[in-house]
C-alpha cells in the first residue's frame, strides 16, 4: 500500500512539474493541429444535387461550440488567466464544451490510502472528489492536477494551488487558484 502510495505522489510530482515547466501551453495542441491541417488541404468530393430531389441548404448554427480542436484551445486559453479562481476557470472551460476526466481513485489520491476509514468518520473530506470529477489529486502542499477532454479531441490538465475545498468560490480573492494548465492531443487506445 506505500508503494502506490509513493507511485502516486511520483506520478502528481511529475505531471505538476509538467504542469509548471514553462513550456508554452499551446504548443502540443499546435503539433497535433498541423496533422489533420494537411490532410484537410485536398478538397473533399462534393456531390451534385439529383434532378428529383433539390439541393439541401448547408446547416447554419448559432452554436458558440468550436469549429475544431485549434479552435477549442484558442478560444479557451483566451479566456484563462494565471491565478484566476477555479471556479471561474471551471466555469470558462466547461462554458466552451471541455468535459471532465473522472479520475477513479480520486479519494486515495487525496485523501490518502485509508481514505474509506476518513471518509467514513468526515464525508466532508471527501466531498472535493464527488463534486470535481476532474480531480486527479492534490499533493500535501496544496498543489492540485485536474483533467478536461474536448469532444473534438484535445485535452487540459491544470493546476490548483490552495484548498480544493473552495473550488467553488469566484473572484481574485478565492481560496484555490489556477496557477497552471497546458494542452495536448487526446491519446489514442
Known sequence: MRLVQTLS?????????????????????ADAAKAPADAAAAP???AAPTPTA????PETTAS??????GDAVETTEA????????????????????????????????VGANY????????????????LPELEACSG?????????????ATLQATGYG???????TGKDSGFQVTDWEFGAAKAN
Open 9 to 29: 505522489a511520483m506520478a502528481l510530482c511529475a505531471a505538476l512539474a509538467a504542469c509548471n515547466s514553462g513550456a508554452s501551453s499551446s504548443a502540443p495542441a
Open 44 to 46: 473533399a468530393p462534393v
Open 54 to 57: 433539390p439541393a439541401a441548404a
Open 64 to 69: 458558440a461550440a468550436p469549429a475544431s480542436t
Open 79 to 110: 479566456q484563462l488567466k494565471k491565478g484566476m479562481a477555479y471556479g471561474d476557470f471551471r466555469k470558462a472551460v466547461l462554458a466552451q464544451g471541455w468535459e471532465p476526466v473522472p479520475e477513479p481513485q480520486c479519494k486515495a489520491n487525496v
Open 116 to 131: 474509506e476509514k476518513v471518509c467514513k468518520a468526515d464525508p466532508g473530506l471527501c466531498k472535493v472528489c464527488d463534486d
Open 141 to 153: 502542499d496544496a498543489h492540485c492536477l485536474v483533467r478536461f477532454k474536448h469532444p473534438q479531441g
Open 163 to 169: 484548498e480544493a475545498q473552495y473550488w467553488s468560490a
